[in-house]
């Protein structure tokens, strides 16, 4: 099972979706700054998760939320 998520930075406007077979340790880690795309927003809290059956549906998934009808969807959370 893999989840798809996104997280909101607590300082910026900024919104960042992925997906993953460990939300728990994937937050840690984003909010550790071990991941370089995320790491100048830290801290963040999360907004949105969804489960998925496979990798190929959660990708699909993801691939909604980070297009612009999928950001305005999670803008209005």
Do not use: D
């Not at 998520?5 to 993953?20: D, F, M, P, Q, W």
């Not at 939300?23 to 984003?30: D, S």
């Not at 071990?34 to 190929?56: A, D, G, H, Q, V």
């Amino acid at each position: 099972m893999y989840k798809v998520y996104a997280i909101k930075s607590l300082v910026r406007n900024y919104i960042y979706v992925g997906l993953t077979s460990n939300l728990e340790r994937r937050l840690n880690q984003h909010n550790s700054g071990y991941s370089k795309t995320t790491k100048p927003y830290i801290p963040f809290k999360l907004i949105y998760e969804e489960l998925c059956e496979n990798r190929i549906e959660a990708r699909k998934r993801e691939k909604y939320l980070k297009s612009g009808i999928g950001k305005e969807f999670l803008k209005s959370l």
